[in-house]
């Protein structure tokens, strides 16, 4: 479908028509979405937007002309937006990998030659429908569609298993400080909580930990790489002190299957205390 001219529209249709397009904008959809369901070129929409920056819901309306002209075009909109909502920091160069006001003043500042006060970026973005939001911190390699067909078919053949054998089932996991992590708040569409894919590499301090479904948890620390002779050293840990059969469930990662963990897990007084299942695996007879 090809745009309309909002320009042939009447003075009164094209105001209603911009206000309608900025109130939907500002409730968190994106511009482009907007301007195709309105039938409105995409830098039309986006020079709307700074039309309203400049002047508020008065500046929208299509009978005014003139005034100077904004500090922010609708070109420079367009590539705020796109950038705020299609990359993250890291891409551009930062040491940071959410968007806080003062990163993005300062792409503003460089892509754009305009300097704003943290007060005006913060009103600039809730303006494009954008808001600063807690993100989930997803691994790039993860699957869902493989995690969730796991969690219907796999994990309860485990969960019987277990209760069969009278066994404790731990979740396990390894983890660290990071040199790109950062906790905090991201600024993203509204109603859509952000994603920051990583990929696991680069840990400083790490650690290895399991906890069960009752909450009983056990942890071990380790300073550098975490190698396959780590994880086994972390298995006696998770064994020790008790009598009862345990189901370790783990990730895919090379280490749970590297050849001397399936030696060491398979020998005759490991198969009567300990079995090791991940979201790839059956578990380990």
Known sequence: MQPHDARRLDHHTLTELRTRAVHSVQEGQSPEIVAKALGIHRVTIYGWLARYRRGGWGALDAQKRGGRPPKLTGKALTWIYRTITTKNPLQLKFPYALWTAKIIG?????????????????????QLGLSPQRPVWRASQQKPEAVQAWLNKEYPRIQALARRMKAQIFFGDEAGVRSDHHAGTTWAV???TPVVRSTGARFGLNIMSAVSAQGEFRFMTVHGRIAATRFIEFI????????????????GHPIHKAKCVTKFIETESMKK????SSCRHALRN
């Open 190 to 192: 509204i109603g859509k």
């Open 273 to 276: 205390r300990f079995r090791l």
């Open 236 to 251: 006696k840990r998770l064994i020790h002190g008790t009598d009862r059969m345990i189901f370790l469930i783990m990730d």
């Open 106 to 126: 300062q792409v503003i500042k460089t892509r754009v030659r305009v300097t704003l006060s943290k007060a005006s970026i913060c009103r600039l973005l809730a």
